[in-house]
């Protein structure tokens, strides 16, 4: 399980959500991640809320004051918000819904038509090792749900389970794993393969790992294979190279490389993703909520990471229709882009190829794993259909609630997050004191 959060600056969130009166959806998630805090806390948990009830006025100016420096600027020479009102409306935030600085630019609060729901946003710690943890309780309370979690986190178990399911998955052609006898790592074939590695351009990636980090694309030259920088290199050394990420990051994968659908390659030369929300609803099947296009905006990047480059933008579910785009908040707000900024590639308005059938892969694959409430699937569209690629089960919203013109708690999403929540909140799951995601962790890199 992932640790559970605190809320970044004022704690009023934990005090006041239980006891608010629910008149929205958003108050049904927001009381229920306060109760799962106060149930999952030791001593020391409540002196750290403690700690942190009376420091928060230190810890807001050192937040605000950090984006705002960096940030404020330009949010004020796009929308004529002076740096002063930028700073008020932070600490509204802050002090009425527990929204951090970071959020109010993460967000776009600073546009009145956000400002005026932003009650209704649901904030990256109400749902990792919040939401999240209390759904995996419930499920592995309930007799009818196996552990499938595991399988999800596994790279190569997931794409194994979804092989056996006929769900359609990047394949894995071989895999590097430690020797329990020489403690060796060692390459390990899914198929009957000639030694080393496949003569084919691969992608490799950690069997465990999130972000794109370790990620990397080779392309087969005949003598050798050539990465995105265009420097060339020997079996033996792309070999050697790769037991070095797995010293690092564990196990590796290598796998083919995909190719986008024909209609998709003007946006990207590597592979353009999506991250597809599904959720259990409440009829007990599994249903895609949001879609969000996710874009390489930096050359010679082999992933297409929001947080590594990339941009991202909200696909219409019912239509597969693709809104503009915006690139990370960090180095340029108030930036959204109708074409791609590299290739001149049009992004607002594309309609998505095969899309009817990519929801329906995804609720499939979702099937596989039914003790996961919502899991964020990462899908390709490729010229032979939807490929899964992986899925998160830690899922978060910050590029839902990014892209999209309302909040989570006023989506299907919100409506769904609210019925489960409130449903396991009031069983008598067993206590389970968890680690902490403390205000220290905030500023580790991660």
Known sequence: MAATRLPFCSPYRLFVAPLADSRRTADDIHAAYALYAWRSMGAKHVLLVTVLTLAWPMLFVLMAMMFTRRIGPVVAATTGKSLFRQLSEQLWLATA?????????VFDLFRPERLANA????????LKGAFHNLMHLQAKSSPRF????????????????????????????????????????ELHYEQAAAAGLP??????????????????KWVYVGHGYRSVNGYVVTEGELLARIVGLAEWRGRYLIQECLENHPDLRDLSGGITSLRITSCRNEQGRFEVTNATLKLSFAPGKAVDNFHQGGGVAM???????????SDSWKDRPCVWHSAHPVSGAVIEGRMLPRWKETVDAVERAHSQFPDCFMVGFDVAITERGPVIIEGNV?????????????????????????????????????????NWFGPSDYFRPR
């Open 119 to 126: 009650r209704d946003y649901i904030l990256r710690y109400e």
């Open 394 to 434: 830690q899922s978060g919203c910050d590029m839902i609630q990014r892209t999209h013109d309302k909040p989570v708690g006023k989506q299907r999403l919100g409506q769904l997050l609210a019925f489960h929540a409130t449903t396991a909140i009031r069983l008598p799951l067993r206590h389970k004191q968890l």
């Open 199 to 216: 003569k084919r351009d691969i992608f490799i990636k950690p069997v465990k790992g999130k972000g794109g980090r370790g990620c990397e």
């Open 97 to 105: 819904y527990s929204i951090p600085p970071d959020k109010y630019y």
């Open 146 to 185: 196996a552990d499938t979690k595991r399988a999800l986190t596994d790279k190569l178990s997931f794409f194994r389970r979804c092989e056996t399911a006929g769900v359609v998955t990047p394949k894995v052609l071989a895999h590097v794993e430690r020797s329990s006898e020489n403690h060796r790592w």
């Open 315 to 325: 696909v219409d579910v019912a239509t597969g229709r693709v809104g503009s785009a």
